[in-house]
């Protein structure tokens, strides 16, 4: 066999798209929920204002919160945030740690009072821009690659994927321009073009030969990295009434725009650097999307201030593209017999296709429902409770000429589940100037424990890791100042949640019904937040 190093850059524009997809649960988790974000006093409060109202954030909770307004308010907030990362795979731990500014909302009010003539007291229209979610994250892990049976390895992924593939088939461009159901998977192809798989292996087994014709099967040690960023950001449109200071009605319609980024390296060795491979990945995602949303607020007694929120959120109509690219480099030497060696030449044979591939798709995300209380003693103390459900697993995904995607839509149905999420906050006024507050969030989790991402035999997709994410909890405190017009809220908010991360899955049986992955690399994530509010009220 010709020793040659070979490296692939797959930067293919797929054509005739509508039986291929790329597209995931994980992808379509990514764009549902929201960070706990908005205002220094919405998160001081652990965003638990539905029924209190009287902050710009509420519109996009619940919209009849902005009908408390009495008067016009303009108001900007930006903040500092340390990201922090911990990982533990078999022992092997990895800590970063990042620092990060961001703008997170900017909107106004303008309030209309109608009179006390009649019912309807005031109207009032507001529009703010907030960030529903950062992207920003970076991830590391290394260590061995095996399960309670032993080691397990990436390229038996692609063995699986490429398994029935011809020679001649892949020796043609066809397997990365090719659309329909027949098409290749492009990372069987890929790494069948450099080696690190041999033609027609269903599993790869790599392993290493003893001076006595005695099988030694291989150690396998991954690392990965990866670097994500981007947010999704919305648009928010408000009206509100306030009947009688008693009832408050409100809708918005929120206009969504999105930007994720990821650029993510696998690299897998064997022991005594026998032979190593890498891959590369970039991706990303844009697009926009809409929705619509109703609430009230009702005061049930004359005498007390005590209040009851409700509020409902339609789907978000996702509109989105897809952009993704890979490089695959191998010194790999597959033998004819199954054993591997290290390539020692380093030449290059480098592919080039034109484009990179665009896929483009929708999302239609869950109905979302919210009940909330609110409560005042005076002018001294605010308290506010919230309760806030999605059902996860009733996500769509469709082709961008709107059929359905059978397949991953199935996949959501199974791998996702519906999201409970609680906040509970207090202000205080120390006095009248001032004020200081705290709150709690928490998220549960929207994935089952054992949810995987699967890669489709026809599939364009090129990156095989995964992360099934824990409950969240989100602590927070926060301190204002109010003046006659000018005020100024500082809020600070620790977001910490759980994952478990796979580099990779394998797909093992005459039928590939078998589901292997390696153990678990454990994962802390925390960021640490301090937010600015500045706005003034006249």
Same mark, same amino acid.
């Given at each position: 066999?010709?020793?040659?190093? *070979?490296?692939?850059v ?16 994980y992808d ?5 929920g ?16 539905? &029924?209190?109202? /009287? ?5 996009g ?30 022992g ?10 961001s703008?997170?909302?900017?909107g ?13 007291? *005031?109207?009032?229209f ?11 994250k970076? %991830?590391? %892990?290394?260590?061995?690659?095996e ?7 990436q ?7 490429? +398994? ?10 066809? &397997?990365?321009?090719?659309?329909g159901?027949?098409?290749?998977? #492009? ?33 396998? %040690? ?8 981007? !947010?999704?950001?919305? +648009?928010?449109?408000?009206?509100? *009434? ?7 009605? !409100? ?6 725009s ?18 190593? +491979? ?18 009230v607020i009702?005061?049930?007694f ?5 209040r ?8 978000? #109509? ?10 695959l ?8 017999? !199954? ?16 484009g ?10 869950p ?10 003693? /005076?002018r ?54 001032? &004020? ?9 989790a ?9 890669? &489709? ?8 890791e ?25 809020? +600070? ?33 925390t ?12």
């Amino acid at each position: 066999m010709k020793n040659i190093r *070979f490296a692939i850059v797959i930067l293919c524009t797929l054509v005739g798209t509508t039986a291929v997809s790329a597209q995931n649960l994980y992808d379509a988790a990514r764009l549902m929920g929201n960070d706990l974000n908005g205002t220094a006093r919405f998160v001081g409060m652990g965003g638990a204002m539905g &029924a209190l109202g /009287g902050d710009i954030s509420t519109m996009g909770t619940n919209p009849a919160g902005m009908g408390i307004y009495r008067s016009n308010d303009v108001m900007t907030t930006f903040g500092f945030s340390n990201i922090g990362l911990k990982s533990n795979t078999n022992g092997s731990k990895n800590e970063l740690d990042k620092f990060r500014g961001s703008f997170d909302n900017v909107g106004f009010v303008i309030s209309s009072r109608i009179g006390h003539e009649t019912a309807l007291r *005031f109207v009032n229209f507001g529009f703010n821009y907030r960030k529903v979610k950062a992207f920003d994250k970076n %991830m590391a %892990m290394n260590g061995l690659m095996e399960d309670m049976e032993g080691p397990l390895s990436q390229s038996d992924l692609f063995a699986s994927l490429s +398994y029935g593939l011809s020679e001649d088939y892949l020796s043609s461009n066809a &397997a990365f321009t090719d659309g329909g159901i027949d098409a290749a998977p #492009w990372l069987g192809a890929m790494a069948l073009r450099t080696r690190v798989i041999g033609l027609n292996d269903s599993e790869n087994n790599q392993y290493a030969v003893d001076s006595e014709g005695n099988i030694i099967h291989l150690p396998v %040690m991954g690392e990965y990295t990866s670097r994500e960023k981007g !947010g999704l950001h919305s +648009y928010d449109f408000n009206v509100a *009434f306030n009947i009688c200071d008693r009832v408050y009605f !409100g809708a918005t319609i929120g206009a969504y725009s999105v930007d994720y980024s990821r650029n993510s390296i696998y690299r897998e060795s064997y022991q005594g650097d026998v032979s190593n +491979y890498s891959l590369e990945n970039w991706f990303d995602t844009s697009g926009t999307g809409f929705d619509f949303k109703l609430g009230v607020i009702v005061r049930p007694f004359e005498s007390s201030s005590f209040r009851i929120g409700a509020a409902i959120h339609t789907p978000t #109509w996702f509109n989105l593209e897809d952009r993704t690219s890979a490089l695959l480099i191998s010194d790999i030497d597959m033998n004819s017999d !199954g054993t591997i060696g290290k390539d020692e030449l380093y030449e290059y044979d480098t592919m080039e296709f034109p484009g990179e591939s665009k896929t483009k798709y929708q999302l239609v995300t869950p109905w979302k429902y919210n009940l909330s209380l609110g409560y005042t003693i /005076g002018r001294s103390v605010a308290l506010g409770a919230e309760y806030e459900y999605s059902d996860y697993s009733s996500a769509k995904l469709k082709y961008d000429d709107g059929m359905r995607m059978e397949d991953e839509t199935s996949q959501i149905k199974t791998g996702l589940k519906g999201v409970h999420t609680l906040r509970v906050g207090a202000e205080f006024k120390l006095a009248p100037e001032f &004020a200081f507050r705290v709150g709690y969030n928490y998220r549960t989790a929207a994935m089952y424990d054992d949810t995987f991402k699967r890669i &489709a035999l026809n599939s364009i997709s090129t990156s095989t890791e995964f992360s099934n994410l824990k409950a969240t909890n989100n602590y927070t405190l926060g301190f204002g100042y109010k003046g006659s017009a000018f005020y100024a809220d500082l809020a +600070y908010q620790l977001n910490t949640y759980k994952e478990d991360f796979y580099p990779f899955y394998n797909e093992v049986g005459e039928h590939f019904e078998t589901i292997f992955v390696p153990n678990a690399t454990k994962v802390t994530n925390t960021r640490h937040q301090v937010l600015l509010t500045l706005g003034m009220r006249f």
